[in-house]
């Protein structure tokens, strides 16, 4: 049973206190999450979203874990690529992503011709 409240974020953006940073690191033993190397004194890391924010996770303390700065980077980039594919087919699909802009194509109707000039028409 827990002692201590679990930390829930106001907002999605608020900083995580060094309390609960310590309480992290210390419940997973400082072992990276996503790469499974112990932490070392030094190593610039960072909390992960277990459950990303953008999918529905909350920003509570059961929700993040310890991991370092270079594969958490690579993580973020490979689902903020996943979240916008997801992005533009939900708004193709509800008829919100732009249409084509291609031009209407002629169907080769003639060109008007310009009127004959009085040396022609003698």
């Excluded at 953006?13 to 060094?18: F, G, L, N, Q, R």
């Excluded at 929700?63 to 973020?76: A, M, T």
């Excluded at 939900?90 to 060109?111: D, E, N, V, Y």
């Amino acid at each position: 049973m827990r002692t201590v409240p679990e930390w829930i974020g106001k907002s999605d953006d608020e900083k995580v206190p060094p309390r609960v940073r310590l309480r992290l690191f210390e419940k997973y033993g400082g072992i990276c999450q996503l790469s499974q190397r112990k932490i070392m004194a030094g190593d610039a890391w960072d909390l992960d979203h277990i459950k990303a924010l953008w999918r529905g996770g909350e920003h509570r303390e059961s929700n993040l874990h310890p991991v370092l700065k270079q594969p958490h980077r690579e993580k973020s980039a490979e689902e903020q690529s996943v979240q916008a594919k997801c992005d533009r087919i939900r708004k193709k699909h509800l008829g919100l992503w732009p249409q084509s802009k291609a031009k209407i194509k002629s169907r080769g109707f003639p060109k008007s011709r310009e009127p004959l000039n009085a040396r022609e028409r003698t």
